[in-house]
């Protein structure tokens, strides 16, 4: 298994700005996901980040909008840019660990709220 | 694409079980998750199973997999009220390595 912490867990932030969100793992993993969670909804992929190599983004999410950052095997960002209000959601990193990381793990998730 | 899909909602007796239901599209699935998630929780893995079996035991939880219907079940032996939460099937695609998330299925447990 893995465990996963994230930073921060809950924010509040205003309309236009950005919110930089961390990741962090207890061992190296190769692949590591952001996902987003409306309120009331199921898990949306956002994107795949692999270290040493540009993140890939699933269709509807952009790169300019949700820069990501993968510097090594345990952490990871994903930056929330020009905030507006249908940006509030759980924001969820996940790691797949073992062979194939088929065994997929969330961390706890940070709820963004944006007024 | 891929589509998974779930009734959004079960109640149960305490002491009863409870089997949740999942559909799935993709023909080429290799691994099918259930995870649960508390309120203001993440989601937690529960259990796995490879897309060649067709069953897996696990103390409480037994997973069934018919792959010709693609059809998940999970169920719940003795379910007590802690296991009151949001349960989610998700399937992941053979070649792509993407988890597609069902809608959830709130599990409500009554004492």
């Known amino acids: 298994s893995a465990v996963i912490s994230q930073k921060p867990s809950r924010d509040i932030c205003q309309r236009g700005t950005s919110l930089t969100i961390q990741c962090q793992v207890d061992s190296q993993v190769t692949m590591m996901f952001w996902y987003r969670q409306q309120p009331g909804q199921s898990l949306t992929l956002i994107a795949t980040a692999n270290q040493g190599s540009e993140a890939t983004y699933e269709s509807g999410f952009v790169i300019d909008k949700f820069p990501i950052s993968r510097p090594n095997l345990t952490f990871s960002t994903l930056t929330v840019s020009n905030m507006s209000p249908e940006d509030s959601s759980i924001y969820l990193c996940?790691?797949?660990?073992?062979?194939?990381?088929?065994?997929?793990?969330f961390g706890p998730g940070t709820r963004l709220t944006v007024t | 694409g891929e589509d998974v899909e779930q009734s959004l909602f079960l109640s149960v007796r305490e002491g009863d079980s409870s089997v949740i239901n999942c559909t799935y599209t993709d023909s080429s699935s290799t691994y099918l998750y259930w995870y649960k998630q508390e309120p203001g929780a993440g989601l937690q893995l529960l259990t796995y199973i490879f897309s060649n079996m067709d069953m897996k035991q696990d103390q409480r939880l037994t997973v069934l997999l018919n792959k010709k219907d693609k059809h998940l079940s999970l169920r719940i032996a003795d379910t007590q009220t802690g296991d009151s939460a949001i349960y989610f099937c998700a399937e992941r695609s053979g070649g792509y390595q993407k988890v597609t998330f069902g809608t959830g299925t709130k599990l409500q447990v009554i004492p």
């Open positions: 996940s790691v797949g660990v073992g062979q194939g990381a088929y065994e997929q793990y």
